[in-house]
T-cell receptor, first 112, second 116 residues
Framework: ELKVEQNPLFLSMQEGKNYTIYCNYS?????LYWYRQDPGKSLESLFV?????AVKQEGRLMASLDTKARLSTLHITAAVHDLSATYFC????????????FGQGTRLTINP | NAGVMQNPRHLVRRRGQEARLRCSPM?????VYWYRQLPEEGLKFMVY????????ESGMPKERFSAEFPKEGPSILRIQQVVRGDSAAYFC??????????????FGEGSRLTVL
């Protein structure tokens, strides 16, 4: 059974600082997704990582994937308050089936 | 281009009643997925459907829950005889036909069920 674990689960940080969220998964998978969720809202797709060594950047967020280590990271650079949200990683169980298994989520709070 | 549309957004039911949640996928999408999110938790897969077919229902509780995606109209998630533990946010997601994209799912705003 595929398991996805994120850490930390809660993160409070100051504006302007850098930090990294980690996502580990238990079995082989070649697709990893990062989503953002604001309170009471839907999930917004941030990144789709499709191969080992993939790195994608959007603004202050950068995601990477190491399929050999079964690890993805979401790095936040010079955090701003608008990035406060819950971040989820998700992994597929079977290529093409698109049945995502989600991590528990990391609740990020950025303080002015 | 409308996204994934879910309704109702909020639903309150008393124990023992039925809840029906509806989902219209994005235009051009033929695959629908239902996920459940309990408070302070991640999303848990429930069921994956294509038109008139249930492809994977491994995440559905064995009793009281059913899902359909008819040839015409939205996908329906039906919960019979609701209990307090059914209180959650139910998210629908859609994707284009299998193998045609990155596997990314597009989520609706969710339906928040409260059972009194």
């Amino acid at each position: 059974e595929l398991k996805v674990e994120q850490n930390p689960l809660f993160l409070s940080m100051q504006e302007g600082k850098n930090y990294t969220i980690y996502c580990n998964y238990s079995t082989t998978s070649d697709r990893l997704y990062w989503y953002r969720q604001d309170p009471g809202k839907s999930l917004e797709s941030l990144f789709v990582l499709l191969s080992n060594g993939a790195v994608k950047q959007e603004g202050r967020l950068m995601a990477s994937l190491d399929t050999k280590a079964r690890l993805s990271t979401l790095h936040i650079t010079a955090a701003v308050h608008d990035l406060s949200a819950t971040y989820f990683c998700a992994v597929t169980t079977l290529q093409g089936a698109q049945k995502l298994v989600f991590g528990q989520g990391t609740r990020l709070t950025i303080n002015p | 281009n409308a996204g994934v549309m879910q309704n109702p957004r909020h639903l309150v039911r008393r124990r023992g009643q039925e809840a029906r949640l509806r989902c219209s996928p994005m235009k051009g999408h033929s695959h629908v997925y239902w996920y459940r999110q309990l408070p302070e938790e991640g999303l848990k897969f429930m069921v994956y459907l294509q038109k008139e077919n249930i492809i994977d229902e491994s995440g559905m509780p064995k009793e009281r829950f059913s899902a359909e995606f008819p040839k015409e109209g939205p996908s329906i998630l039906r919960i019979q005889q609701v209990v307090r533990g059914d209180s959650a946010a139910y998210f629908c997601a859609s994707s284009p036909r299998q193998g045609a994209n990155t596997g990314e799912l597009f989520f609706g705003e969710g339906s928040r069920l409260t059972v009194l």
